[in-house]
Structures are given as C-alpha cells and as structure tokens.
C-alpha cells in the first residue's frame, strides 16, 4: 500500500507540467466567478427572481423562486467544486451543461429583447445579453480545454473534500435566507411591498412632492416596457379627475430615457427616478406598470399592469 501510494505521489509531481497547471487555473478560474456568482444573487433574492421573470419564460411565481434559489445552490456547489478539483469529470461536465443552459437562456433574451440586464450577477453588475453570451462563451471554452486536461490532473476525492462539499451545499441552500428571504416567500402569489417604505426613497425630479404626507396615485414605470407606453392614455385620464389624488411615476431609467419616453408618449405626470434596487423591491413579485394607492407612506391597495377604472381607486379612498 505505501508503495502505491509513493508511486502515486511520483506520477502526480511529474505530471505537474505546463497543462497541469493550465487545467487547475481554468478550472479555478471558473470557479471563482461561479461562487461570486451564486454568493452576490443571494444577498437580494427577491431582486434575482425578478430578473429571471424579465426572461419571459417562467412565469409562475412559486417556479421562480425555486428556480432562483436552485441556480444559487448550483453555482455555489459548482464554483467550490472546480477550486477544489473535486471529481473533475463530473464537475466539469456538469458546469459546461449549466453554461450551455445559461446561453440558451440569454440568447431567447437577445433575441427576444426580454430584458437588458442578464441577471448573472443579481443586482450587483448589469450585463447586456451580448456582453453575457461573449463572458459564457469564453467560460465554456475554459471548462472544455480543462476538460481535456483533466485527466493529468485529477486526483481520488480525499474525505476532507467530500466534507467541504457537504457543508458547501448547506451554506449554498441557507444563504438566501440569510439574507433575509423567508421560505413563505417562495410560494406567495401576491406582491410583497413588506420593508420598503416611501420615505428612504431617495427621489430624482420630483423635489415638489412630499411623498411622505397626504395622497398620492404612485406608478412604478419602466420607460422600455410596452406595457407602460400603452397604459399612459389611460392613465392621463385618470390625471383628469380632480377627485383622484395627484399621480407620479418612478423610474429606474436614466434621464436620457425618461426624457425620450415624455416627448414620445405625452404622459400627463411627473416621472422622477429612483435606485433599481429600490424599484425591483417596491415591485417584489409584480408587474409593470404598478398603480399604488398611497396615503402618509402607506400603500392602501396596489393594481398591476391593468389601469383600474376612476371608481375602483375612489372605492379604495373610503
């Protein structure tokens, strides 16, 4: 036994060439951006599974949140695996398919124009398509050239790896409600708007307004969105009600786009812009446009992309 073991050790130091360090570097390499990956999309779950709906592919919200919470796990477990080397063949295999599956994904959204920001790394970095499928190819090319290499390198799991596997799958599968997601969340169809008040909001081009007194008819606007162009002659006739309290809009756009979309679309309110992150919070599980009903910070009811009719918000008044 120690012979082998003394073979082994000869085999493996002369193997440590050029290509054995070329593989573990690939392979790490993609390791790492897969761990960032899953530990960032994490820290705001909420946020993440909002972005995967953007994708227009799964749209039932329990599916979402599974699907958001399983691809965390994975990158977790994937990214560990490659740093550690942990049985190559099936790491390696594994995380190719995962990236085949993401180009899939972010092709339909080129393609599709879905959304503009690929969701790789939640709300900490915004990818176009393009640049997303131009990072997966060139990862995709490292997993396959480790591939080939993986053989020089690949070693028996030793019981510590297997140990640090196991923990990493628990760590993956407890981080998001860490970060606070409850599992009650998962399956819950109606729109959360539970910890963000109106008053941390910090306001871009509404300074007359005091959204924190009195009442106000407050639209979550997306100035790419077509469901928001269509609904802005409907809702300029509800701005036409002096019994309706006043109405404005918030946008995560740019200026530049909040401008387009005025001169294009005529809307009759105000649209100031807020942080993204604040806006996918306050429009948790929804769609866009968001119609909120608020009086003194708190939303009374909350209407998504259909505008109701003049009598349902005054029926929501009383």
Same mark, same amino acid.
């Given at each position: ?13 002369? *193997? ?22 899953? $530990?960032?999309? *994490? ?8 972005? #995967? =709906?953007?994708?227009?592919? #799964? ?13 965390? $796990? ?13 049985? /190559? ?33 939640? &709300? +900490?970095?915004?990818?176009? /398509?393009?640049? &997303? ?7 995709? !090319?490292? #997993? ?17 790896? *297997?140990? $640090?596997?196991?923990?990493? %799958? ?14 009650? &969340?998962?399956?819950?169809? =109606? /729109?959360?708007? &539970? ?9 871009? !081009? ?10 106000? %008819? ?7 969105? *077509? ?17 309706? /309290?006043?109405? $404005? ?6 200026? +530049? ?8 679309? =005529? ?6 812009? @807020? !942080? ?25 009811? @909350? ?13 929501? %008044?009383?």
């Amino acid at each position: 036994m120690s012979e082998d073991r003394a073979t082994l050790a000869t085999l493996t130091e002369e *193997s440590r060439d050029w290509r054995w360090w070329v593989t573990r570097l690939l392979a790490g390499a993609v390791g790492v951006v897969l761990l960032v990956a899953g $530990v960032l999309k *994490s820290t705001d779950l909420e946020m993440f599974i909002k972005q #995967i =709906k953007d994708y227009d592919i #799964i749209s039932n919200r329990t599916a979402l949140a599974l699907t958001a919470w399983g691809l965390i $796990v994975v990158e977790c477990v994937l990214g560990v695996a490659l740093l550690l080397f942990y049985r /190559p063949r099936i790491t390696l295999l594994a995380t190719g398919a995962l990236f085949l599956v993401f180009m899939g994904a972010i092709g339909w959204a080129w393609v599709t124009g879905a959304t503009e920001d690929c969701g790789c790394f939640g &709300a +900490w970095a915004k990818r176009t /398509p393009a640049q &997303a499928m131009l990072e997966d190819v060139l990862f995709l !090319g490292a #997993i396959v050239v480790a591939w080939f290499g993986h053989r020089r390198v690949e070693r028996p799991p030793t019981r510590l790896k *297997s140990w $640090v596997m196991g923990l990493t %799958l628990v760590v993956g599968l407890a981080l998001p409600m860490v970060f606070g997601f409850p599992l009650s &969340a998962i399956s819950q169809s =109606k /729109p959360r708007t &539970a910890g963000m008040k109106l008053e941390t909001l910090q306001v871009q !081009g509404l300074d007359q307004y005091d959204l924190r007194i009195g009442e106000y %008819l407050v639209i979550l606007l997306d100035t790419e969105c *077509s469901h928001c162009q269509a609904a802005v002659p409907q809702l300029n006739a509800l701005t036409q009600d002096p019994a309706l /309290p006043p109405m $404005v809009a918030l946008c995560k756009n740019e200026e +530049w786009r909040r401008v387009l979309f005025a001169n294009t679309y =005529k809307p009759a309110f105000p649209l100031g812009q @807020i !942080g993204e992150k604040e806006f996918l919070k306050l429009l948790a599980a929804g769609e866009t446009p968001r119609l909120m009903l608020v009086r003194d910070q708190q939303v009374l009811k @909350i209407w998504d992309k259909e505008v109701p009719p003049a009598g349902e918000i005054k029926a929501a %008044l009383k």
